[in-house]
Every structure is written in structure tokens, then in C-alpha cells.
């Protein structure tokens, strides 16, 4: 019999959207989106304890704005946490520390990895066997995004977002991520969006993206990348167009918003190309730059680290 572990890690990644379509908004105020996600090599690393109530602590990567995260009850781990709990009958509660390495307020769905991290580990942590059905079901109704971080990989989302569908990609992609130091609010694009839009076309993804994503080539998928959010995002903030206009100065085979923003991404033929061009984005004044590979695994629990 082995026995329940006294702690738990777990890392979820960061997500792109190659495509985002946005409706009308919905009676709920939510819009309908038809989107492909796309998990990325930048992630964020979660530990779960048993403990007498619920607390969060915080770590992350330097370009990480920490203060904008609320440690709090309101924090999303602890309220994926106590949803789970709850979802069971449990009256259970735990420790969380996350180690942020995904941008708050970025675009790349930093919050909703940690919901799912959340999810994954606690889980494993309480020995509780979640159905895959009911974990995304859970996650649903934390964030649009959530579901997609327990998944993972490359997905339609549809719905709100929440709703996700794997699909084949054959492709070894790179992006260089372009980070902001302030950050862009989500509902203010959305907003901005419909006064500058309001009759969008019914959302559907281009036949084209998912061809792209079978066949594996950088520049046929350059050709099918797109996101409505970006005219707003970057008429609000011309700095980023003018980043944009940097990593395609400096090689890259695309630019292109990441989700609502602010990180710009550069899709690159292979790693050598991303690292030429996170190189010449750094070496024009970005100095907030990764070169990431994608697609690549949902939240997933992480070895135990070795006892020397
Ligand atoms: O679902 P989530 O909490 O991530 O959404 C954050 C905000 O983004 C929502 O409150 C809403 O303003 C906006 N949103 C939206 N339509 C979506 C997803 C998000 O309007 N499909």
C-alpha cells in the first residue's frame, strides 16, 4: 500500500490563441469565441500541503508583476481549491505556493494555470480520483480559460472558451514572447471591442489554421494566425504595434497579440531563429523576451524532487 503524499507539485503552462473570433456578446455578458489554443513552453509551478486553512504564497521570474496577484482568499488557486472540496463534501483546506514564471494580466492565461494546477494537485493530494469529465467541468466554472490549461497541447476552444476539443498538430513551433510591464485588463478589451465592433461575423475558425497545424509548416501557419483583439489592443497602446513591428524587422516569420494582451508573439521557423530573434528584440531595447516551444503538455504532476 503506498501512502498519500505529504505535498504535491504541479505545472500548468501558458496559452496562445492562433486564432480568436469574437461574437457578440452573449446575455450572460460573456462572448462567443471560436478560438485554437495553443499551450507554451513558459510555466507556472504549483505545491499543495494539507494545512488547518487555506493560504497562498507567491514566487516568480523577474519579469513577473507578483503585486497584482491577490494572496488572499480571492486568489483563483484557493478558489479552485475550495471548489474542489466542496464538489466532494470535503472539509479540507491547504497550503499553496506558486511559482510564477507565465506574466499576470499578460494575455497568456497565467491565473487560470494556476486554477488547474490547483485542481491537478489537490487532487493527487487527497487521493480523490476527480473523473477527467468532472475536473473539466470544475475548472469551467473557475475561468474560460481553465479548462484548456488541464488539457493542454493545441485545442478548438468554443463556448466561452471553456469548451475544448484536442486537435492534431504536427508541428515543433517556436515563439518568442515579447512581455509588457503593464498589463492589459481583459474585460476593458472586450469592451473596447464591441464599441469598435458592433456587429462581428457569427466566430469560426479558418480551415486554413488546422491544415497549417497538420502539416507543420511555420510560414503556411503564419498565413492563417489571427485575433480580433489585436486592432483594439494596439490601438490603445501603439507601443505595441511598434514591438510587433520590431520582431518582424528583426526575422520573424509573424507577429501577433497573444489572447487579449499585452505579450506580442513572433512565430519562428526553429529554436536557432527564435533565439536570433529574441536576440535582436533584446539587442532593440525589448529586454522582456523568451523563446518558447509549443505545443506542449496541460498541468501535470511533477516528480517527487530527489532526496540527497
Ligand atoms: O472567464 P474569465 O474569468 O477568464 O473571463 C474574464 C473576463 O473576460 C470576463 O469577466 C469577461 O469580461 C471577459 N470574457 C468575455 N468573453 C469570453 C471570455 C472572457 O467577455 N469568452
Redesign the pocket.
Known amino acids: 500500500m503506498t501512502l498519500p503524499p505529504d505535498q504535491v507539485s504541479v505545472r500548468a503552462p501558458a496559452k496562445i490563441n492562433l486564432q480568436l473570433r469574437v461574437g457578440a456578446?452573449r446575455s450572460d455578458?460573456?462572448?462567443?469565441?471560436a478560438t485554437v489554443y495553443q499551450a507554451v513552453g513558459l510555466y507556472d509551478d504549483l505545491t499543495v500541503r494539507e494545512a488547518a486553512e487555506w493560504s497562498v504564497s507567491l514566487a516568480g521570474d523577474e519579469w513577473v508583476d507578483l503585486s497584482a496577484v491577490p494572496d488572499t482568499g480571492e486568489n483563483i488557486a484557493i478558489r479552485a481549491g475550495r471548489a474542489l472540496a466542496a464538489y466532494h463534501g470535503l472539509e479540507r483546506s491547504a497550503r499553496i505556493e506558486i511559482r510564477k514564471g507565465i506574466p499576470v494580466a499578460g494575455g497568456m492565461a497565467g491565473g487560470?494555470a494556476d486554477a488547474a494546477a490547483a485542481l491537478v494537485a489537490l487532487d493527487r493530494l487527497w487521493d480523490l480520483r476527480t473523473s477527467d469529465h468532472d475536473l473539466l467541468a470544475l475548472a469551467a466554472t473557475l475561468?474560460?480559460?481553465v479548462p484548456f490549461a488541464l488539457v493542454g497541447g493545441t485545442a478548438v476552444g468554443s463556448g466561452?472558451?471553456e469548451l475544448v476539443e484536442p486537435l492534431t498538430d504536427h508541428g515543433e513551433w517556436w515563439w518568442v514572447c515579447r512581455f509588457s510591464q503593464e498589463g492589459l485588463s481583459?474585460?476593458k478589451m472586450?469592451a473596447d471591442y464591441d464599441r469598435d465592433v458592433p456587429c462581428p461575423p457569427e466566430p469560426v475558425i479558418e480551415e486554413a489554421l488546422l491544415d497549417a497545424l497538420a502539416g507543420g509548416d511555420a510560414e503556411d501557419l503564419a498565413d492563417a494566425l489571427g485575433n480580433d483583439l489585436q486592432a483594439v489592443a494596439f490601438a490603445r497602446r501603439p507601443d505595441l504595434a511598434a514591438a510587433a513591428d520590431d520582431g518582424l524587422d528583426a526575422g520573424a516569420v509573424a507577429a501577433l497579440l497573444s489572447g487579449s494582451g499585452p505579450t506580442v508573439l513572433f512565430l519562428c521557423r526553429n529554436a536557432d531563429h527564435a533565439r536570433t530573434v529574441a536576440g535582436e528584440m533584446i539587442a532593440r531595447g525589448h529586454d522582456r523576451v523568451a523563446a518558447v516551444p509549443a505545443p506542449v503538455a496541460g498541468a501535470h504532476v511533477l516528480p517527487k524532487e530527489p532526496k540527497l
Open positions: 456578446p455578458g460573456f462572448h462567443p469565441l487560470s475561468g474560460s480559460d466561452r472558451g481583459t474585460p472586450y
